[in-house]
């Protein structure tokens, strides 16, 4: 049971810190974390918004 606590404990600590550190980023949008050749990538997703069509003078 101690070793399951531990590990939970371990966990918890590296999701603390990597939530500190997305934080930090300076960048406006959604951080995904991605999966390639073994090795893994943080990317940010922003969404763009489109502005509804407005014609002048109505």
Partial sequence: ?????S??????????DIQARL???PYD???EIKEQSG???IYIRK????LP???AGK
């Fill in 1 to 5: 049971m101690s070793a399951n606590y």
């Fill in 7 to 16: 590990d939970i404990q371990e966990l918890l600590q590296q999701r603390a």
């Fill in 47 to 50: 969404r763009v918004y489109a």
């Fill in 39 to 41: 090795l893994k990538y």
């Fill in 29 to 31: 949008g959604n951080p």
């Fill in 23 to 25: 934080n930090l980023m």
């Fill in 53 to 55: 069509y407005c014609k």
